[in-house]
């Protein structure tokens, strides 16, 4: 009797082909966990901790059978039972640990460093209800607990635990990993996240996300980024934050410890990487713990950890660099706060007068970036145009003064992920034109350029994204009850939504499209338009935008004219799982951001290796992209990143003027029509109508006349299969270098500095 076979006679006294689908997950759950638990830890001198307030993981069935090398032989015998993987999948829940691309990247990241052989684990919370789930009702976002945890998990409950010392009294937290599994080594990582064990889900209003934000020791853990647009919201960030470094700075110190550290040399042991500002907190923690608990002097301890800690930063955005009252974090940690007083007096002493730097402002805020930047080691951005920026204009004074600790290290993604397990029938094909190289390290792709007059690899590569159309319209039709038609344009902008992403752009070309089509110009091939994304609940603008979609999709939807041409749809919840069947499927990316805002984007990469040709601003990652493929193989437009800076540092952007204008006047003025507001809110409508019309702080209409022209070209190119293939072909062989596994091995060279062991 075979390995699975067996197992459901003893767990559940039945057969594979008489088991449900969720016990039979419940079967490869613990198969993989047992096979798991017999891969080697990576027992290094020196280890990497990434400490990261998301790690988007996604499901991680599929990704983990890949890893093990058991994906096929799983497959082979579920289908001699009559039982479909695909099925099987459905049945698990998504860890909701993340929101965007930070913790997508954090987890692609995770990947990468385990399959490359370093010694290097994730830190974090264990958020019981993630973010929030999102419904749509009445045209608005509504938002609701992601309960993932009910049932059995990925998670492993450790006898570990740490005490946080906060103000108002002490708390105890408890350890819970998930195996980071090394792709084909034989080793595995982990994902470290802390919690409470006194979190208590009843504290929230049943139905909603709402709860009591002050009784932290049953709240802390239960939502990723809590509603912060009152008072008792700040604190709880606060306290989340302080709650995540000061278990992850105590771990390190105890493994450290347990591997030979004396502390003095702790950076011959650790390295930390910290994802963001969030966990910044994690330089004054140190601090406290070598001179409370390891007889270190404040300058002794100041001194071993700037040789430990390295900051990514990952925004141009002024307001998303975090600043917090010193009051505040003398509220929930008195001498962590009276540790960041004595860090500022140094950096006063040392660069007198030079308020740009300093850690605590004239309002005594305490700005956390400029913790990360003087007592870390390394500040990297994650686009060369991102780390251009930073240099150069937003930390240019931090550059200035610390030249050598800044450096690039463009982004990447997780092939094994993002192709392997997202598209198999497209990763099957590179196999069979190159070899499987590409599944670990260097990704190099390059070899595809060769099948450019291959009209039978051309030809497969067709029929593969077709079937992954049909793939996400039967996903849509049975989730989300969305009808599409597969035969149809796909155009996908999936992001977080913030006006700078400029979801509002593409709605103002849906309105000039639904005009031309009213008007008889009818597109050759249906078009239809995808947007997925989550709005904070505190973003009132962002709320409006996704309330303008939907009532634009409801409009199309009603109009005989149109609806045949045209189909505009808002996926809810996205997520990892959205995206697996979102991103195969496209044909077009939308990467729309106001030029200089995007630090890089991942989405892009994501979909130019599944084969979807990009239209974009040169912003972030999308320079590098448009660099490879040549301008024969993007659509770009829209005013430079030094354009749009000198246009913020002039105060010479004025609104009105593009808003006047006889082509864009018409598109912005329909967002309060009557056909509008017969279907949506008049006062959400009007809202974002005024902001557009007289603030338009990211610019949606600087760029709008060039972008409607140049999709309406997109469009027609489609028309053109044999040449539009041709750009396809370019996109997917270029991609190679935007593999997280190249990004990974940049940061090790550059940053860390691990031993890389050999696979078996």
């Not at 684990?121 to 993932?148: E, V």
């Not at 709650?243 to 003095?264: C, K, P, T, W, Y």
């Not at 700005?367 to 240019?396: C, D, W, Y």
């Not at 017969?678 to 109508?689: I, P």
Request: hydrophobic share 40%; aromatic share 10%; charged share 25%.
């Amino acid at each position: 009797m075979n390995t699975m076979a067996a197992m459901a006679k003893n767990q559940f006294h039945k057969s594979i082909e008489d088991i449900s689908d969720q016990e039979l997950y419940y079967l490869l759950l613990d198969l993989i966990k047992d096979k798991s638990k017999g891969l080697a830890t990576n027992h290094s001198k020196k280890k990497l901790y990434y400490v990261s307030a998301e790690f988007l993981i996604g499901k991680l069935l599929v990704n983990n059978l890949l890893n093990l090398g058991i994906y096929d032989q799983v497959e082979e015998e579920l289908q001699a039972h009559g039982r479909s993987l695909t099925e099987v999948e459905q049945a698990e829940k998504e860890p909701s640990l993340g929101n965007g691309g930070l913790g997508r990247l954090a987890s692609c990241f995770l990947d990468s460093i385990a399959s490359l052989g370093m010694n290097g684990d994730g830190i974090g919370l264990n958020y019981h209800f993630g973010l929030f789930r999102q419904f749509f009702d009445n045209n608005q976002q509504t938002a609701k607990p992601d309960d993932w945890l009910g049932g059995r998990t990925w998670l492993n409950r450790t006898e570990t635990t740490f005490t946080v010392p906060f103000k108002n009294g002490p708390v105890s937290s408890t350890l819970y990993e998930i195996d980071i599994i090394g792709f084909k080594r034989g080793e595995r990582n982990r994902l470290r996240l802390f919690d409470l064990d006194t979190v208590n889900s009843d504290l929230i209003q049943w139905g909603t996300i709402q709860f009591d934000k002050k009784n932290i020791p049953e709240n802390l853990t239960l939502f990723l980024y809590p509603d912060d647009s009152d008072h008792a919201g700040r604190m709880l960030r606060i306290y989340q934050q302080y709650f995540m470094v000061s278990n992850a700075a105590q771990l390190i110190i105890r493994e450290a410890l347990d591997r030979g550290s004396n502390l003095h040399d702790l950076a011959d042991y650790a390295v930390i990487q910290i994802n963001d500002t969030h966990p910044s907190f994690i330089i004054p923690e140190l601090i406290r713990l070598l001179t409370e608990d390891h007889d270190f002097t404040f300058e002794e301890a100041v001194a071993v950890v700037r040789q430990v800690v390295a900051f990514t930063n990952h925004t141009i955005l002024s307001e998303a660099l975090e600043k917090w009252p010193l009051t505040d974090i003398e509220a929930v940690q008195p001498e962590i706060a009276n540790i960041i007083c004595r860090l500022d007096r140094m950096i006063k002493e040392d660069f007198p007068d030079n308020h740009a730097v300093e850690i605590i402002d004239g309002s005594n805020t305490v700005h956390m970036a400029s913790i990360a930047i003087h007592f870390g080691f390394s500040t990297n951005g994650v686009a060369r145009l991102h780390s251009q920026i930073l240099v150069n204009s937003e930390l240019k004074a931090f550059a200035d003064i610390y030249p050598e600790k800044f450096s690039n290290k463009t982004n990447g993604i997780t092939f094994r992920r993002w192709i392997m397990a997202a598209n198999p029938r497209l990763a099957h094909l590179i196999d069979q034109s190159i070899g499987d190289q590409w599944h670990q390290g260097i990704s190099d792709l390059s070899g595809l350029s060769k099948e450019k007059d291959n009209k039978e690899f051309i030809n497969q590569l067709a029929q593969i994204k077709q079937a992954n159309k049909e793939r996400l319209a039967e996903h849509l039709r049975v989730s989300k009850r969305i009808e599409i038609k597969p035969d149809s344009i796909i155009d996908v902008q999936i992001k977080r939504i913030h006006e700078y992403k400029r979801q509002q752009m593409l709605a103002l070309y849906i309105i000039y499209k639904y005009f031309d089509i009213k008007n008889g110009n009818r597109p050759q091939t249906p078009i239809t338009i995808l947007f997925g994304g989550k709005a904070a609940p505190a973003y009132t603008i962002a709320q409006d935008i996704i309330h303008l979609i939907l009532t634009l999709s409801a409009l199309i939807k009603e109009d005989p004219e149109v609806a045949p041409y045209l189909q505009v749809e808002f996926v809810s919840n996205y997520n990892v799982t959205e995206a697996e069947y979102l991103i195969p499927a496209a044909d077009i990316s939308e990467q729309i951001s106001l030029a200089s805002k995007e630090a890089s984007g991942t989405g892009n990469m994501k979909f130019m290796l599944n084969g979807a040709l990009t239209i974009c601003t040169l912003d972030g990652a999308n320079v590098e992209i448009a660099e490879r493929v040549g301008e024969d193989n993007i659509y770009t437009f829209g005013k430079s990143s030094d354009e749009i800076i000198d246009l913020y540092a002039n105060n010479a952007y004025n609104p009105q003027d593009y808003y006047n204008r006889p082509a864009i006047k018409p598109l912005v003025d329909f967002i309060v029509s009557s056909d509008m507001i017969r279907l949506g809110h008049e006062s959400q409508l009007r809202r974002l109508y005024e902001d557009i019309k007289s603030k338009d702080y990211f610019m949606a209409m600087i760029d709008l006349e060039e972008y409607i022209a140049l999709k309406d070209k997109v469009y027609q190119d489609y028309e053109d299969q044999e040449a539009w293939l041709d750009k396809v072909l370019v996109n997917i062989s270029e991609a190679g270098y935007f593999s997280s596994d190249r990004t990974i091995l940049e940061y090790n060279e550059g940053i860390w500095h691990l031993e890389v062991a050999d696979p078996e």
